[in-house]
């Protein structure tokens, strides 16, 4: 028997779901009931009825989060179309296709192509029971995923008070979301930015920060946040008292980097018993963090977002008993000789290290344009930026470059940009990019490629107003109207803190095993897969000379450096 509805008008912004059936509307929204108390559900018994609710609904001014779409309807034949359809009408919305048990197998071998080209995001079987946990599962990933990316947080862990366009805030905030806290920005002439305006001196400046559990600060960095507000003073102090009780300061394993690499060296580290250190200057994550799903890593069918990746890891590292430095960034490493511990030194701190896995990645090649790098933070972004993207509504965006990344930053933006232009010097993207992010790109209406063009300049009052390309064939020059210039170029090694004892390349990554010249060896033995010039020292993830620069792969290679780790520490037993 189908569930009332929970009662409507108390809370009239609820986000809707919306669900279209013929044949199942009882079952389908029994096995919606549950979520009734927090969203809106609407139904329909028809495409064209889908499409008027849905009308209604943004013209109410409510938020769509969720489109569940029978596998068939009556006045459609092919129900991607109706979702294409829908698209245009809420961009954000997730989509999901449910088949009743007894077509799921029949229905699945049409519409799976169309999930592999990003149409829909999901196709599951209707329960045909009471609590299908794993139906419910993926459900809640899809409305969290929308949740965190397409929607301001009901509830948020820091708020920013800056004026408009403030590059500082805006690094801030994204910070703030890669570390997985929600937060919201207000400029100091709003009713927020006045409610809390008194909680600081009338010239302390901006931006000024306000978070849970913490005093309210003026930042004038990132990593300014980052130390405050991440960096457990109490916690440091208590391990230190563990460590002058156990007779000993210097860590096992310093990791430097908390991208993929470094979190697997972390995880796995810890978890057999050796005592880790995670150093990072920013938010965890590395480039992967800022990726807005990430659809070809194993065993996340669905995908998952980079930031959730990064965050599960972090949280599985600590339970291992794993340490994290965040704001910390390391400017010099003194490799120990003889047996003596690596010394890892910073602004503030120095922290010594049986041996050091060095995971710090690659960071964006800077365009090297004149107009371009006046605007950085103030339209121009270096790396993807989700937290811009919902600035980015309704505008017109470019995003230079070629790979995944590039790929995966410009299908969110258009969730919310008017339209996006992917820029890339080569003749087409399947030199460099995976094939199905290819083929949602060629889906989506909103995304188009400019192929062997490049930016050669910008401009705009105060903030990013246009760009110019230039066609590297034909020469011919065009400016457009764009609010948004993402740039995700290729990628330079972050080493420049290394001695110059740790053999890199001519581009300057880290050279590793037998790639590390033959006059480094010891005697004739190279050093290990994973090992660097430098005894002790190793080398993992994008930043390692010859790397696979893809998320498993870094992955892949923080667990295994863990065994080279041991057979260091512990030469006898190797």
């Avoid at 008027?52 to 001014?61: A, H, L, N, Q, Y």
């Avoid at 366009?165 to 930015?193: C, K, Q, Y």
């Avoid at 946040?225 to 391990?239: G, V």
């Amino acid at each position: 028997m189908t569930q009332p509805a929970a009662p409507r008008g108390a809370r009239p912004t609820l986000p809707v779901v919306v669900l279209v059936s013929a044949e199942h509307a009882e079952p389908m929204t029994d096995a919606f009931w549950r979520y009734s108390r927090e969203y809106d559900l609407r139904t329909a018994g028809s495409a064209r009825e889908a499409t008027e609710t849905i009308g209604r609904v943004v013209g109410e001014g409510l938020r769509v989060a969720l489109l569940v779409c029978d596998s068939r309807l009556p006045d459609q034949d092919n129900v991607l179309a109706a979702f294409g359809e829908w698209r245009h009408l809420v961009p954000t919305a997730r989509r999901l296709i449910l088949a009743p048990y007894d077509r799921f197998l029949v229905d699945g071998p049409r519409l799976r192509a169309g999930m592999a080209k990003g149409k829909y995001d999901a196709y599951l079987m209707l329960p045909r029971g009471d609590r299908d946990e794993e139906f419910h599962h993926a459900v809640t990933e899809l409305l969290s995923d929308w949740a965190s990316t397409s929607t301001d947080p009901d509830v948020v862990s820091a708020k920013i008070i800056a004026p408009e366009g403030d590059p500082v805030a805006a690094g801030i905030r994204d910070f703030f979301d890669r570390m997985g806290l929600p937060a919201r920005s207000a400029t100091p002439d709003s009713e927020r930015g006045r409610h809390l305006a008194d909680r600081l001196p009338p010239d302390a400046g901006y931006p000024r920060v306000f978070a849970v559990n913490r005093e309210p600060m003026v930042a004038a960095s990132v990593r300014d946040i980052a130390r405050r507000y991440f960096d457990w003073r109490e916690e440091r102090e208590l391990e230190a008292q563990a460590d002058a009780r156990s007779g000993t300061d210097v860590v096992d394993v310093a990791v430097v980097g908390g991208g993929p690499a470094g979190l697997a060296t972390a995880v796995y580290a810890a978890s057999e018993g050796l005592s880790a250190v995670v150093l990072d200057a920013s938010a965890i994550g590395g480039q992967a963090g800022t990726s807005s799903m990430i659809r070809n890593y194993l065993g996340f069918p669905r995908g998952i977002s980079g930031m959730r990746l990064a965050q599960r890891a972090r949280t599985q590292a600590l339970r291992f008993g794993a340490r994290f430095r965040t704001g910390w960034e390391v400017e010099t490493l003194e490799a120990g000789v003889d047996g003596a511990p690596h010394v890892l030194r910073g602004e503030d701190f120095e922290l010594r290290a049986r041996s050091v896995v060095v995971a710090s990645g690659v960071r964006y090649r800077s365009l090297g344009v004149p107009g371009v790098e006046e605007l950085v933070g103030r339209g121009v972004n270096y790396g993807a930026a989700m937290s811009l993207s919902r600035e980015m509504d309704d505008q017109d965006v470019v995003v230079v470059g070629g790979g995944n990344s590039a790929g995966q930053a410009a299908m969110h933006l258009a969730r919310f940009a008017r339209s996006v232009t992917i820029v890339v010097r080569r003749p087409s993207l399947s030199e460099t990019m995976s094939a199905y992010l290819i083929g949602e790109i060629e889906f989506n209406p909103r995304i188009s490629v400019e192929t062997c063009s490049r930016v050669v300049d910008a401009g705009g009052e105060g903030r990013l107003e246009w760009v110019t390309l230039e066609n590297d064939a034909t020469g011919e020059h065009r400016t457009a109207a764009v609010a948004g210039l993402f740039l995700l170029l290729g990628a330079e090694p972050h080493c420049h803190w290394l001695p110059e004892a740790v053999a890199r390349d001519e581009r300057g990554f880290v050279l590793t095993g037998r790639d590390v010249p033959r006059e480094l060896w010891r005697g004739d033995v190279p050093p290990a897969n994973l090992a660097t010039s430098a005894p002790g020292v190793f080398a993992v993830g994008d930043v390692r000379a010859g790397s696979m620069k893809r998320v498993a792969a870094a992955t892949g290679e923080g667990a295994s450096v863990v065994p080279l780790v041991h057979a260091w520490l512990a030469p006898g037993d190797a």
